[in-house]
């Protein structure tokens, strides 16, 4: 990473004793401004602290004669230095008078996107956001520099403030061959946008603080005209987009809309929802965090829904280390500062005790992998089970209680209420499952009830309450709501598809017509209905294979409906 910063031309504009503290001062590469502001005394400011250059306020004909050494302030208070990055900007009093001045440094850094070049190399419409001072202009002057340079495109960088390209009317040579149009007054930069688009055929537009309702309208009309968009806007994250209805329109726009009584009904929703209105301007999100770590939104229209939706979504966090070597991780969904995933269509109803153990940590910890030998076909979910409770080859559900390696005691002793009992045996055989049912309700480690049934039941909500025992409810006594159920119950996320054994487990007579409409259903899902998101009707079934096949789709936490009559009555299934 190379770095050029022209700072003794930023030094040779301040008074003559401040210009001699910095030039010898120890942090001087790493400087970020100067503060000038009168009857104080000057402040000098580095990235982690600040520091008085001087005891003597600061004069009104210090910064007269600063303000002779530089160019002419604009529209936007602010003015540059012929050939550099830096920037002097203005404050005046309530006449205009300038009475005090912020001289930041600019500084060229190459190298600064090697956390995203992947991302600028496939030629979508990526937006920075982060606060002020976290290298956002920076980062878009490489890119336009690696753009013109490196991907050989035709760039053309709208320089508001001249602070992407420099002052004066020759570019900075830290853009490359891009090409810079600089913009007369803050107000017309959208209209120089257009402008550029119409007269010089870019396939790049790099922009700098987008904050208008009618700039974020020129991004939309550029990107709806097949050009690649790279730019900035006010705001830390894409949040702080959806709530500003000035710039929402780059994200999308958000509308309520009313849905019909089928939709809200399919949905679990209210009947008035916020929804995106369009395709987001910029398909790629990048939030700042720090000048070494960056949040990456790859579809910045999933992120949209999935918020307004009330889900967490899961980005990229890219970071890179002293070497440039570039991390990538997966932040996970949390709620309620607990990790986990997004209960839909279930609740849990905890009695507030203080607990220890897994219930007080809220997760399952992971282990490290076992030598045990894998059988071959079985699924992730097997695999995370093994490790987390092989600790024999079978478990004794006689045996005495042994904490686990997460400081729960197992296996776990579950109370039902209202569930079939059958059922409850039967998920916990297929799936072995580290559960023990018990009659006992002083024994037991958590409560699995109907929630119809706990809403009736105060007594049964007090005595859990008395004896420090969670209840856990399921709307129905149904195998994938029991499964689903002991699963939150252990704190383990479900599997994205549905193996053998839980197909196993929704089987009533095993026959081959119901394999097939279950391999029917399942393929339809996974094939169809998830990853295209359009509904899918089967083929005609009997009523009681009908209700497996509905039991299947309901594990995937989608909605289905019968339609038509016998004997051609088939199931269609809905999209989330």
């Known amino acids: 990473m190379t770095i050029t910063d022209d700072l003794q031309k930023l030094l040779d504009i301040l008074p003559q004793d401040l210009r001699q503290v910095l030039e010898s001062h120890p942090k001087r590469d790493s400087l970020v401004e100067v503060v000038l502001d009168l009857g104080r005394r000057p402040e000098a400011r580095f990235p982690n602290q600040a520091e008085y250059l001087s005891e003597t306020p600061v004069t009104q004909e210090q910064i007269d004669d600063c303000i002779q050494r530089v160019g002419i302030f604009g529209g936007d208070n602010r003015a540059g230095i012929e050939q550099t990055l830096h920037r002097i900007s203005a404050i005046r009093n309530r006449t205009g008078k300038i009475i005090g001045l912020t001289c930041r440094v600019g500084r060229a850094v190459f190298g600064t996107i090697g956390m995203i070049r992947d991302l600028v190399e496939t030629g979508k419409s990526i937006l920075m956001l982060g606060r002020p001072g976290v290298g956002k202009t920076t980062a878009l002057r490489e890119i336009a520099r690696v753009l013109a340079d490196d991907l050989l495109k035709r760039v053309v960088i709208i320089d508001t403030s001249n602070e992407i390209a420099g002052d004066g009317d020759v570019a900075h040579p830290a853009i490359g061959r891009a090409r ?112 070494q770590r960056w949040v990456v939104h790859e579809s910045v229209a999933d992120t949209v829904d999935n918020l307004l939706r009330g889900r967490q979504p899961s980005p990229q966090t890219r970071t890179v280390d002293d070497q440039g070597k570039v991390a990538i991780t997966r932040q996970l969904a949390v709620v309620n500062g607990r990790g986990g995933h997004l209960a839909t269509g279930e609740e849990s109803f905890s009695s507030g005790r203080q607990s220890n153990g897994w219930r007080s940590s809220g997760q399952m910890v992971a282990l490290p992998a076992l030598p045990v030998e894998r059988v071959t076909g079985r699924s992730e979910f097997d695999r995370l089970l093994d490790e987390s409770f092989n600790y024999s080859e079978s478990i004794d559900l006689d045996a005495t209680r042994q904490p686990g390696p997460n400081g729960e005691d197992l296996p776990l002793h579950v109370y039902p209420y209202g569930v079939s009992r059958h059922q409850l045996e039967q998920v916990i055989s297929v799936l072995t499952l580290p559960v023990v049912l018990t009659k006992d309700i002083d024994s037991a480690d958590a409560i699995l009830a109907l929630r119809s049934h706990v809403k009736n039941h105060a007594k049964l909500r007090q005595m859990a309450k008395a004896r420090h025992v969670p209840i856990h409810m399921i709307k129905s006594s149904t195998i994938p709501q029991i499964t689903r159920g002991l699963r939150r119950l252990l704190n383990m996320d479900d599997p994205e598809m549905a193996d053998d054994r839980e197909l196993q487990l929704l089987l009533h007579s095993g026959s081959d017509d119901e394999m097939d409409a279950l391999e029917e259903a399942r393929l339809a899902v996974e094939q169809i209905v998830i990853p295209k998101g359009q509904p899918v009707e089967l083929l005609p079934r009997s009523p009681q294979v009908r209700k497996m096949q509905h039991e299947l789709v309901e594990h995937y936490r989608l909605k289905s409906h019968s339609f038509g009559e016998e004997p051609n009555r088939r199931l269609r299934i809905y999209p989330a």
């Open 180 to 291: 810079r149009m600089q913009v007369a007054h803050p107000d017309q930069q959208h209209q120089v946008m257009i402008e550029a688009v119409e007269n010089h055929m870019p396939e790049v537009i790099v922009i700098d603080e987008i904050g208008t309702e009618l700039e974020a309208l020129a991004a939309r009309t550029i990107a709806e005209r097949g050009v690649q968009l790279v730019g900035t806007a006010h705001g830390n994250q894409i949040e702080n987009l959806i709530k500003n209805p000035t710039l929402a329109d780059l994200v999308g726009g958000i509308q309520a809309v009313t849905l019909g009584d089928d939709e809200a009904r399919r949905r679990g929703s209210q009947k008035t929802v916020l929804e995106r209105k369009a395709p987001p301007t910029f398909e790629i999100a990048v939030e700042m965090l720090e000048r």
